[in-house]
């Protein structure tokens, strides 16, 4: 598997993974922005629903990843995509929304991270942020777990650290409310229905499987997939149409910035 | 305390207590219903949202309580309101829209409700529905608890009863998933900033508190209020800005009937 992302395994679950970028969005409580900043835009389909919503804005996507970003170009030619990353960016002016969908869970040291973002948001803007909160999820425990115990253990031993989990609610709050005139918080616990099992293990290839897969060799890969799949098999029964339910939480941060 | 409903309390967190109606009808996939019902209506700030969303559609809001149809009327003159119950009510025509907002957690027995409730949605029409779902959260427990340990626990005995805990997720998806071309399932935890412990009893006095506060008198009521408010502290410590975050889970159920 290449060190890039994958922009067309990503955008496989397209409707399910572009939900949370839309009720993200649709809480956003801004008429017509001047500027739209889409971080960690991907193959741009967060970035698209912005344009939609505000088509008088100028809307710029800045990722990391050359795959993706040629993708969101072709997607999307009316907008402004570049390499850049959540963890140093700076801006030439603030935006008045900046747009951060399921990317600042890979940036380390949020008390740090957030309060830096905020220097980035225009008086008045807004920093809307949707991170996945699913590492005590069976579907991310059970990852863990078979990487401790195999042959592969010694390769997996620093995959579980890629992410920690995140922050209290109340630790985010804190560190935006002395900025913002408002600042909401909420959880989503999404219920993906998927085709069984091998549909819950493409869903998470496409993201948070990949540092496990990434420092196997191909026999090792299959047997790692294997005993993830028997791990998993016990917390996802089969629902009365065969399918099972992926329970995906996310955590959701909207904070508007003191006029 | 009057039995009805009081629907100025109800109100006074109106733009919180709308947030849940907002967000379940934002997934509503109909583009033009011909009949839109609000099961449980109260004071007609759903059914408004209703109205707003389909402009033509013919809108009714059923309700129990005589004080929130009033309300309801002088709101929304354009819709019809009717005295019914969501345990027994039947249409005379199957709605293309059936939406039950914070209503169906006083109704028992889902197993029965919800394929009752499906037969009267119209082929491809959709079952909307949210309930609270706090029965575990600390401003819940701590009512019951409060209510076992004080000179008023022989009084509010059958209170912590009036409502049991929602059957799981996929109980829900196995009840409707035969009948539907689409099910989706899903919780939200809101975090309301509120002005301290005072305001989240203000909060819970429009609802779940009502069963713990009606049987008492007076004197055991202030009594039983110092007590929950004492059980309350612990949990909603205050935030840098001296709010305290009422968490308030509530599950989503969208249902779109076959074709």
Redesign the interface.
């Known amino acids: 598997m290449a060190k890039d992302w994958n922009a067309a395994l990503y955008l496989k679950f397209e409707d399910e993974r572009t939900r949370p970028s839309r ?1 993200l969005l ?1 809480q956003v409580p801004l008429e017509a922005p001047g500027l739209c900043v889409d971080l960690g835009c991907g193959p741009g389909n967060s970035t698209e629903l912005l344009a939609e919503r505000f088509p008088a804005a100028a809307v710029v996507g800045l990722d990391t990843s050359p795959d993706m970003l040629a993708s969101a170009r072709t997607r999307l030619p009316q907008a402004q995509f570049r390499q850049d990353d959540a963890a140093t960016f700076t801006l030439e002016r603030p935006a008045d929304l900046l747009f951060a969908n399921a990317v600042l869970q890979w940036v380390p040291d949020h008390a740090s991270l957030f309060p830096r973002l905020l220097t980035q948001v225009a008086p008045g803007g807004v920093l809307a942020v949707q991170m996945p909160d699913n590492l005590d999820e069976p579907s991310h425990a059970a990852m863990r777990a078979a990487a401790l115990d195999g042959p592969w253990s010694h390769k997996l031993a620093a995959a579980a650290a890629a992410r920690t989990a995140l922050p209290s ?2 630790t985010y ?2 560190l935006l ?2 900025d913002c005139a408002r ?9 993906h ?1 998927l085709e069984g099992i091998p549909a819950i293990i493409e869903w998470v290839k496409g993201t948070g499987l990949r540092p496990f897969l990434d420092p196997l060799d191909a026999q090792e890969r299959a047997g790692y997939l294997e005993a993830y799949a028997a791990r998993l098999a016990p917390h996802y ?1 089969r ?3 065969g399918k099972v ?1 992926l ?1 995906f939480p996310r955590l959701f941060i909207l904070a508007r910035k003191k006029g």
Chains 1, 2 share one sequence.
Do not use: F, K, N, S
């Open positions: 009720d649709a609610v109340g709050y804190d409310a002395p600042v909401e918080v909420w959880h989503t616990i999404y219920r229905p029964p629902q009365v149409d339910l329970a």
